[in-house]
């Protein structure tokens, strides 16, 4: 089962169709780049092109997109996808798909964006346009 935070005034979660199967794998992919505990990736695609990519990772501090982990600063993966965006004009009407994968099996775990994500991604959603965002569960 999938979930999309869609673009309204009351950011409602609803479950979306499984046609993003294909970002979801590529998504998962990118995550085995994470030198986390936690593997997290995350890709935008805009009319069905990937243009930009993320994992969660290690990172300078950023007060927007960074956790502070056991003394540790992690840049959350649905913020590196959208900061690594060449052109932002590729963000309007794009798609997000964040997903957290299980290193003991082929299944996939919830990766829900933080309140300090949703608050990047709402930024982003009024600022550039960015259409949905799903993510595993």
Do not use: W
């Not at 009319?47 to 930009?52: I, Q």
């Not at 608050?119 to 569960?137: A, C, D, K, P, T």
Request: aromatic residues 10%; glycine residues 6%.
């Amino acid at each position: 089962m999938r979930r999309v935070l869609k673009e309204d005034h009351h950011r409602v979660l609803k479950v979306a169709n499984g046609s993003e199967s294909f970002y979801f794998s590529l998504a998962s992919f990118v995550a085995h780049k994470s030198d986390c505990r936690t593997k997290h990736g995350a890709v935008v695609v805009h009319r069905g092109r990937v243009v930009s990519t993320g994992y969660n990772h290690e990172h300078g501090f950023d007060r927007h997109a960074s956790t502070y982990l056991n003394n540790h600063i992690s840049c959350h993966a649905e913020c590196d996808a959208l900061r690594n965006c060449p052109n932002k004009q590729f963000l309007r009407g794009a798609d997000l798909y964040i997903v957290r994968i299980n290193l003991n099996s082929d299944g996939l775990l919830n990766s829900e964006p933080c309140r300090n994500c949703k608050m990047v991604i709402e930024n982003y959603m009024r600022r550039f346009g960015l259409r949905n965002v799903y993510y595993s569960v």
